[in-house]
């Protein structure tokens, strides 16, 4: 069984730049989820993506966007970066309909300059 | 008032020591509940998962929901220094047939001193 894989593991942007981060989800997986976590923060929910289409959305502006592909990989895009971005981003897969208990890749952490 | 409550610590104890981590929440909606560990700079780990109320145990683990409290808790017995992590709780509650988004509570970072 594979897990939860994330790429890269860490980038660094400047202000006003865009990025694209990458999640391929655990094997039997079909539903990936997005999270925030800032520094000595719990992970903040920024949206969920089942059947390539966005399943719900958390308090995040649009500049936040998302794709899922037939594999169920996904990929998270933030346009417009803002210092307060810096965070590790978390991706997090599960199997729509079942217990949907999500299992977390190593994440992406991202540093705004 | 934040959806999910949990003292960040830190909590420093002794190896062999009983570790008791707790949350409180407010939204009756919730009915799944976990705990995930958090080594430095790496993705949270599942360690439990509760539907509803009651306790479950796997090793040195237990887990408890006090749904009619809003409360839950993590006991760790005969606790080891790799257990020094944080320990994050997290919850959900039924939407559209998925619970598709996990609240956070902040992380309680544990250090178990040898």
């Known amino acids: 069984e594979t897990g939860v894989t994330q790429s890269p593991t860490h980038l660094i942007k400047t202000r006003g730049q865009q990025v694209t981060l990458r999640c391929s989800s655990q094997?039997?997986?079909?539903?990936v989820s997005w999270y925030q976590q800032a520094l000595g923060q719990g992970p903040q929910f920024i949206f969920q993506y089942y059947r390539e289409e966005e399943n719900g959305r958390g308090n995040f502006p649009p500049r936040f966007s998302g794709l899922q592909f037939p594999n169920y990989s996904s990929e998270l895009n933030v346009n417009a970066l803002e210092l307060d971005d810096s965070a590790l981003y978390l991706c997090?897969?599960?199997?729509?309909?079942?217990?949907?208990?999500?299992?977390f890749g190593p994440g992406t952490r991202l540093t705004v300059l | 008032q934040k959806e999910v409550e949990q003292d960040p610590g830190p909590l420093s104890v002794p190896e062999g020591a009983i570790v008791s981590l707790n949350c409180t929440y407010s939204?009756?909606?919730?009915?799944?509940f976990m705990w995930y560990r958090q080594y430095s700079r790496k993705g949270p780990e599942l360690l439990m998962y509760?539907?509803?109320?009651g306790n479950k145990e796997d090793g040195r683990f237990t887990a408890q929901v006090d749904k009619s409290s809003k409360y839950i808790s993590l006991f760790i017995r005969d606790s080891q220094p790799s257990d020094s992590a944080t320990y994050l709780c997290a919850m959900s509650g039924n939407s559209g047939g998925s619970n598709y988004k996990l609240t956070f509570g902040k992380g309680t970072l544990l250090t178990v001193n040898p």
């Open positions: 997090a897969s599960s199997l729509f309909g079942g217990s949907d208990t999500q299992y």
């Open positions: 939204n009756s909606a919730f009915q799944y």
């Open positions: 094997s039997g997986h079909n539903t």
């Open positions: 509760t539907y509803s109320s």
